[in-house]
């Protein structure tokens, strides 16, 4: 059996892991501030001296699932002004678009359980262009692209370090840690490596006193002292380096010019480094603690660092060393091997295992107590003015303390819902059960709404996000059932019970006027619109949006396939199997007629879906800008073998009953009655008529189709904008492929034009549903006006090849993703290495946005994985 395999039977194995954010400072938890301004109340600047009070954050960190104590590896190549404890990057009011990490480092290698994980950054010999990167970035606006650190030239004669990361795991509780330290530059460097130890401060806030801490052990070890730590020793391999000791205790006054007082606070061991201050306790014990050790790395050459945390005393803690790294290692290759046994390209293992890298890289220790946050501890109490804004307050409820999959650990270090549930999917390919144990968190009672709704994200747990968890949990479900050879049912049950929950506060609070029509908002879409569309109109108008209405029609489909799938085991659902199929043919019925002139959301002229806005006297207005929120309908397809029906006999009693007296809803979707090859059942928004259209739409070179993906917006408007015109305003809207050229929503995201892998994949997945039922008796153009008629299977394929195309090398060995850096293509140090972007140009495929958001955009590694 696989060892790894054997591992993830046990959870104990992931007690500890890369839980340690990259980025605390920002963030809406450690904002006290009266007006709720996170991003000014703790920045990059002030974070080495400020003690956070809900998790930590370091490069390459890892900790135990509760936190209590961290480790991290810090660096100075004797020239920053500051040791590099952390990732430095822009907030988001110093970026032109939004907040950016600058600095580069790549997700290597890492394993469910974490027991070997490697990642490379790239940290510069000469001084660190922080003032640079400042004050370019700020001379550029919304419409000029963004200043990286590669930009500065910093790299230009390869005077850097590669640092490799890696961990090993000998036990579950008994870690190793290997720095290798490469000097790219032709001229020998000095850098100081600096493996940290720390404690979570839990001891200044009032709930309790004791206090942990850590020393110098009689060995040459840190010692560790913690009531509820199993692990007692922190081991450098090399002999008779300097360890030093401080608190994880804010100074405040560095920070807000207080009077001085006595201590050795956060930043002790950082200004002893940099200018010899007298900070770090001569008694050798604190909270903080790290080992010194300082090399001189020859040009072209490597030295190799190592540590160990461990619970036992030795007096050889590195005899096994070099055994258990390369077991692991091998252990590791042995896993991927299985996973990957059929995908046969090099470059497709590489960029898959990356993906998976990532994605277990962006785990993070999740805290945050909502009514704990909004009145303060009893030691700090927070000035907050409820007469005013304050974020969260109908959410007192929620208390996060839990092992999260982010988005992105520096730009988004925050769970975001419908991000986790696109995460979950390739997360399902090796690790199934962590997949499942993250979509069932979610529905939490401290989670969870009491009104049933599921919590956004921290900047605003009550945004409104596209309700994708059900197709999640079922696409789990049976990626789950096809590796067990059996099927979860209590997952599926526990998911489906609290779902219900959550579809009917959409239809309560969603449906504004009862008609089966969704106004979702915000919808995870940012900035998609002419308009703002939380925007609340001052004569009473509203939007009726046919992403809002389709989404909901997916979720009605996904709800009544859980139903059915139960049903096959447990009669009562199919009850719930009938409830859900009635109220999609109502959402399917109000998409065709809506509004006093019964205009539906479909218009056929344009052969399109698009929003709807009612005006106050009744009348509607088509917003006929083409975007991906006419694209979302084709997302709402299931297909039921006829075996399934056979066993439900009281759903097709009901379901005959409907389609022979309620006409005007069963000719407002793809026939029921009608079978497909191998006796299945289609349903769906789009007829036969109306798929062709769309895709006629949508595989247009000159409008969705890029050679990358489906842009998501129309690039028509590129040269000719959309306007859209009222007495109060004129809202114009271009194709933007890149960055985003409005600060709506931030302005660090952009959905006028790029390529987005979540609206891509579930794209694919569509196509592949209809084909599935139809067969080769639709084609289509592809692309349309070349003649070339292709099956829907060869679309979904083609998609899915032009979205794997941003990562694999091309005929001149270049990376989409990369732009046009010759180093990062070319460069042997670099060009086999993958960054996950949040989004992709929408003509040539460069990365833009978060440069490692490895949740949605790993779903590359589905789409890698052959079907077989």
């Known amino acids: 059996m696989n060892a790894e395999i054997e591992r993830l039977k046990d959870p104990t194995w992931k007690k500890w892991g890369p839980y340690v954010s990259n980025r605390q400072w920002g963030n809406v938890r450690e904002d006290y501030s009266p007006n709720g301004n996170a991003w000014e109340f703790t920045g990059h600047d002030t974070a080495e001296s400020y003690t956070y009070r809900w998790a930590e954050e370091g490069i390459a960190g890892i900790s135990d699932?509760?936190?209590?104590?961290c480790l991290a590896p810090a660096f100075w190549n004797k020239k920053d002004k500051r040791i590099k404890e952390r990732f430095f990057?822009?907030?988001?009011y110093q970026g032109n678009h939004g907040e950016d990490i600058k600095e580069i480092f790549y997700y290597l290698d890492n394993t469910p359980t974490h027991s070997y994980m490697k990642m490379v950054y790239k940290y510069p010999i000469n001084e660190f262009p922080y003032d640079t990167l400042i004050t370019e970035n700020a001379k550029r606006g919304k419409t000029d692209t963004e200043f990286e650190i590669v930009d500065t030239g910093i790299f230009d004669r390869d005077e850097y370090f590669d640092i490799f990361i890696e961990y090993c795991k000998i036990d579950r509780e008994d870690i190793l840690l290997r720095i290798t330290v490469c000097n790219r530059s032709q001229e020998a460097a000095p850098i100081v490596i600096m493996p940290t130890l720390w404690y979570r401060n839990n001891w200044k806030w009032g709930y309790n006193h004791y206090k942990p801490h850590l020393d110098e052990n009689a060995n040459g070890a840190i010692g560790i002292h913690h009531e509820k730590i199993n692990l007692h020793y922190f081991y450098s391999r090399r002999q008779n380096v300097q360890r030093m000791f401080c608190e994880n205790e804010t100074n405040t006054s560095k920070l807000y010019h207080t009077p001085v007082t006595e201590g050795f606070f956060k930043d002790g061991i950082n200004d002893y480094i940099i200018s010899g201050s007298d900070t770090v306790n001569p008694e050798k014990k604190g909270t903080k603690a790290a080992f010194i050790v300082e090399e001189t790395i020859e040009?072209?050459?490597?030295?190799?660092?190592d540590f160990r945390l461990s619970p036992h005393e030795t007096q050889d803690a590195f005899a096994d060393f070099d055994h258990y790294f390369a077991t692991r290692k091998q252990e590791a290759d042995e896993f991927y091997e299985l996973v990957q046994k059929d995908i046969a390209d090099e470059d497709e293992k590489n960029i898959q295992r990356q993906a998976f890298a990532g994605l277990l890289w962006n785990k993070q220790f999740y805290h945050y107590n909502i009514s704990k946050w909004l009145k303060g501890d009893p030691n700090f109490e927070a000035p907050r003015d409820f007469s005013h804004f304050v974020r969260n307050t109908e959410w007192r409820h929620l208390h996060n303390k839990d092992i999260i999959s982010m988005p992105d650990k520096w730009e988004y270090p925050w769970y975001a819902t419908w991000d986790l549930a696109f995460h979950c999917v390739p997360f399902a390919l090796i690790d199934p059960s962590f997949a499942k144990e993250q979509l069932v968190l979610l529905t939490k009672e401290w989670y969870m709404?009491?009104?049933?709704?599921l919590p956004a994200y921290e900047w605003n747990l009550s945004d409104v996000n596209p309700p994708v968890h059900a197709w999640s949990c079922f696409r789990v479900f049976k990626i789950d059932e096809k590796i067990h050879g059996k099927p979860d049912l209590l997952f599926l049950e526990r998911v489906f019970q609290k779902l219900l929950l959550n579809?009917?506060?959409?239809?309560?609070?969603?449906?504004?006027h009862g008609k089966n029509i969704f106004g979702g908002g915000f919808l995870g879409l940012d900035n998609i619109g002419a308009f703002d569309r939380n925007m609340e109109m001052k004569s009473g108008e509203y939007l009726e949006q046919a992403d809002g209405t389709s989404w909901m029609a997916m979720y009605a489909l996904n709800m009544m396939r859980i139903a059915m799938e139960l049903a096959q085991y447990y009669q009562v659902y199919e009850d719930m199997a009938i409830k859900f199929f009635e109220h999609y043919l109502y959402i399917a019925e109000a998409m065709e007629n809506i509004g006093n002139e019964k205009q539906g959301l479909w218009n056929e002229e344009d052969g399109f879906f698009y929003d709807v806005l009612q005006l106050s006297d009744g009348e509607s207005v088509s917003l006929r800008l083409r975007s991906i929120v006419g694209l979302i309908p084709l997302f709402a397809v299931e297909i039921i073998d006829h075996h399934i029906l056979e066993?439900?006999?009281?759903?097709?009693?009901?379901?005959?009953w409907i389609l022979r007296n309620k006409k005007e809803l069963a000719n407002l979707v793809s026939h029921w009655e009608v079978e497909g090859e191998g006796q299945k059942h289609l349903m769906s928004i789009l007829r036969r008529t109306r798929i062709k259209k769309v895709l006629k739409r949508m595989l247009d070179e000159k409008e969705f189709l890029s050679p990358y993906g489906i842009r998501a917006m129309s690039k028509v408007y590129e040269k000719t904008p959309f306007v859209f015109s009222t007495p109060e305003s004129e809202y114009v809207v271009y194709y933007t492929p890149a960055e985003s050229d409005s600060r709506m929503f931030g302005g660090n995201s952009n959905w006028r034009g790029p390529i987005w892998f979540p609206i891509n994949f579930l794209i694919v997945e569509s196509l592949?549903?209809?084909?599935?039922y139809y067969g080769d008796s639709i084609k289509v153009e592809l692309p349309t006006g070349s003649g070339n008629e292709v099956d829907l299977n060869a679309v979904s394929e083609d998609l899915s090849k032009r979205l794997q195309n941003i990562f694999l090398r091309d005929e001149n060995g270049n990376r989409a993703f990369n732009g046009t850096y010759e180093k990062f293509n070319k460069d042997p140090f670099f060009k086999d290495y993958i960054m996950f972007y949040e989004y992709f140009h929408g003509d040539n495929g460069r990365g833009v946005g978060a440069s490692h958001q490895c949740g949605w955009t790993a779903t590359v590694a589905k789409l890698i994985q052959p079907k077989v």
């Not at 959409?506 to 504004?512: I, P």
């Not at 066993?647 to 005959?656: A, I, L, S, V």
């Open 89 to 92: 990057g822009l907030s988001n």
């Open 647 to 656: 066993k439900m006999p009281k759903f097709r009693e009901r379901m005959d």
């Open 299 to 305: 040009a072209g050459g490597c030295q190799v660092f």
């Open 768 to 772: 592949q549903k209809f084909y599935f």
């Open 449 to 453: 709404h009491p009104n049933g709704q």
């Open 65 to 69: 699932d509760k936190q209590l104590i």
């Open 503 to 512: 579809f009917t506060w959409w239809v309560n609070r969603k449906d504004m």
